[in-house]
């Protein structure tokens, strides 16, 4: 945390994303827009979403970029963790060999579902010299059977038993406010003039889209059950 780099208000808009909920439908049930559930301001400037371009100033991260999301009213409620490799300056297999190539990755799927998928390239059968990305996928709940206790369960086991891994420690949520303070500080200081700006159901707002793709990178959604 204390070698995430700090945004400086110049920087905020060109590495942040916020956004607000409108009105609409998800999963067949109507959804009313952020400022008109009950006791908001109707004319409430307070994001349901938010989108940021950190940077991580040691040796190991450094020119590594770090894309955060996360919001309400969104198409599916989901966490996970994509680690997406760098490309090789050269490769030792044909350009027409590998004319469907994709980065491999490591995506860690917290939930709905808990599972580690492993993206490859892998040749096709035949005689054919010809790539294709595929996944290695373990899955939790295929390898162990028994309900997975809910997230709070754990949690409130842990206070009792006096466990304290998966808590934070005063230091660390200090560093962490110390980071995102300057973003919200900056977003107050300019109110929103587009709100409300994406659609219950989707993904968030388009400017969020833009904020990774301006990197030639792009989210990676995983619906629950999708294997591929």
Avoid: C
């Amino acid at each position: 945390l204390h070698a995430i780099r700090i945004l400086r208000p110049a920087e905020v808009f060109a590495n942040t994303v916020r956004g607000q909920y409108t009105g609409g439908e998800v999963n067949h049930k109507k959804q009313v827009a952020y400022r008109q559930e009950n006791d908001v301001n109707p004319v409430s400037p307070v994001e349901t979403f938010a989108a940021i371009k950190f940077h991580i100033d040691n040796w190991r991260w450094r020119d590594t970029p770090f894309f955060i999301r996360t919001g309400k009213s969104l198409q599916e409620k989901s966490t996970l963790i994509t680690v997406q490799f760098k490309d090789a300056p050269v490769y030792s297999f044909p350009h027409k060999a590998a004319k469907s190539w994709r980065p491999n990755r490591v995506v860690f799927r917290i939930q709905p579902e808990m599972d580690i998928r492993l993206r490859f390239q892998a040749k096709k059968p035949g005689p054919e010299m010809e790539l294709d990305p595929v996944n290695m996928i373990f899955n939790y709940a295929d390898t162990y059977n028994g309900k997975d206790p809910e997230a709070y369960e754990t949690l409130l086991e842990d206070v009792i038993t006096g466990n304290q891994t998966l808590f934070m420690r005063a230091d660390q949520v200090e560093a962490a406010w110390k980071l995102i303070t300057p973003i919200l500080e900056h977003w107050q200081e300019y109110l929103p003039d587009d709100f409300p700006d994406y659609a219950p159901g989707s993904w968030g707002p388009e400017a969020a889209d833009d904020l990774i793709e301006r990197d030639g990178r792009h989210w990676v959604n995983i619906s629950p059950g999708h294997q591929k």
